[in-house]
């Protein structure tokens, strides 16, 4: 399961000035992964990851954003997926905060 919509659905996201937010660009967000434990390390994860990126590209947005924590300590905390699979799969760090960065993947 991912959680992936566009960015002004996801009220804390929005109300976070570090975040931040461009009012001309049109930004999907992607907030967390839910992988079975039993189903995890077989890439399921990138697969959604992927899709939600085709799909946000073909609906014209300029960019997908996801926060992923920077030393998640365990699995719960890593909901937001891995970092490693962001910097893999074309995202670039936008923001370091204390906890999270910002990946951004840029479409146009």
């Not at 890439?43 to 924590?69: H, Q």
């Amino acid at each position: 399961w991912i959680n992936a919509s566009v960015k002004e659905n996801y009220i804390q996201i929005m109300d976070n000035k570090e975040i931040g937010y461009d009012k001309n660009k049109k930004v999907g967000a992607i907030v967390c992964f839910v992988i079975d434990h039993k189903h995890r390390g077989k890439g399921i994860a990138r697969a959604l990851l992927k899709a939600a990126c085709e799909d946000f590209e073909k609906s014209g947005y300029d960019c997908v954003e996801a926060y992923p924590r920077k030393s998640p300590k365990n699995a719960a905390e890593n909901y937001h997926g891995p970092l490693k699979m962001y910097l893999d799969n074309g995202f670039e760090i936008s923001k370091e905060l204390d906890d999270i960065c910002v990946v951004s993947k840029y479409f146009k």
